[in-house]
């Protein structure tokens, strides 16, 4: 079956670097996306990679894995706004998101 | 950029009633575009698929003849709740694909949060 494992919830500290973690199966392999989502509005994308490696984007990283089902989503230098779920995808072979069910991140001042 | 319109953004309806909500790509064409429903403190659950000019795919569990998904242009996909009830409210979001885009991003619309009394 198709299954994404993220930590439903973490809390770290105004300033600091977080790392949150994703792990996948899916039948074939598309990509792999990070939504930020706040509560009560749509997802917003961040990041997007299918090939192994990281992408940096600001204070955004993302990295992939494809050998070991694995992405995680770096954020450094963590501001209160960055408070919401973060939401990991992976895209199948036909071209379907399967979502995870999102870490809920509280960033505390 | 790629903007997604979703119409309304808030609606209260009685048990019983019908409501459509209308999904609008703003500045390019989506031959694709997904449906999704999401409950408090939960993770998107995909509803259906819609490509332009044929039938939707719904995703197990989800009535068709409940949810029904009109995909008439390239720039409009509609859901209708028929016969909504209490257990219906939720919040709807639609994401739209821009094939021009090589890597299928999917860019969501604001949201619909659908409450039944």
């Known amino acids: 079956g198709q299954n994404i494992d993220q930590p439903t919830e973490m809390t770290a500290t105004e300033g600091a670097i977080v790392q949150i973690n994703c792990t996948y199966q899916?039948?074939?392999?598309?990509?792999l996306f990070w939504y930020q989502q706040h509560a009560g509005e749509a997802p917003t994308f961040l990041s997007y990679?299918?090939l192994d490696g990281l992408e940096e984007k600001g204070r955004f990283s993302s990295f992939l894995s494809r050998s070991k089902g694995y992405s995680y989503l770096l954020l450094k230098e963590l501001q209160m706004k960055d408070s919401a779920s973060y939401l990991c995808a992976a895209m199948d072979s036909n071209y379907q998101l399967i979502w995870g069910a999102g870490t809920k991140l509280i960033i505390k001042p | 950029g790629a903007v997604v319109s979703q119409h309304p953004s808030r609606v209260i309806c009685k048990s019983g009633t019908s409501v459509k909500i209308e999904c609008r790509s703003l500045?390019?064409?989506?031959?694709?575009m997904f449906w999704y429903r999401q409950f408090p403190k939960q993770s998107l659950m995909l509803m259906a698929t819609s490509n332009e000019g044929s039938k939707a795919t719904y995703e197990q569990g989800v009535e068709k003849d409940k949810f029904l998904i009109n995909h008439a242009s390239l720039t409009l996909s509609t859901l209708t709740v028929t016969s909504a009830h209490p257990e219906d409210s939720s919040f709807y979001i639609c994401?739209?694909?821009?094939?021009?885009?090589?890597?299928?991003?999917?860019?969501f619309g604001p949201g619909t949060r659908l409450t039944v009394l």
């Open positions: 990679n299918v």
């Open positions: 899916t039948s074939g392999f598309n990509g």
């Open positions: 994401s739209a694909v821009n094939r021009e885009l090589s890597y299928n991003e999917q860019f």
């Open positions: 500045d390019f064409q989506a031959t694709t």
